[in-house]
Nanobody, 125 residues
């Protein structure tokens, strides 16, 4: 069983930045692909970014490429999402999740077994 706790959400003006954190407990963090997903009001949850267990491989949704950066610190069992040049359409609840496949960096949320409770990001226009 893996528990995930996200933090770092909040209200920011358009063009601003936020850094989300997700800390895991239980399991072997360095063995897991970690993903970030988001869900805006009235929309389905969507993939944002993922990172392999070693941190060497990453994947991004086209909508965030060049603006968001996913990283991880395995010593702290924490994955980060640095979000720059935020836009109104980035407003959503952001979730981190665990895929126990070390190398997958999957986009498909069905691959992810454990989820955090989410953190709200609101971008004002």
């Amino acid at each position: 069983q893996v528990q995930l706790v996200e933090s770092g959400g909040g209200l920011v003006q358009g063009g601003g930045s936020l850094r989300l954190s997700c800390t895991a407990s239980g399991g072997t963090f360095s063995m897991y692909t970690m993903g970030w997903f988001r869900q805006a009001p009235g929309k389905e949850r969507e993939f944002v970014a993922s990172i392999s267990g070693s941190g060497r491989r990453t994947r991004y949704a086209d909508s965030v490429k060049g603006r968001f950066t996913i990283s991880r610190d395995n010593a702290k069992s924490t994955v980060y999402l640095q979000m720059n040049s935020l836009k109104f359409e980035d407003t959503a609840v952001y979730f981190c999740a665990v895929d126990r496949n070390t190398f997958s960096i999957a986009e498909d949320e069905l691959r992810y077994e454990y989820w955090g409770q989410g953190t709200q990001v609101t971008v004002s226009s």
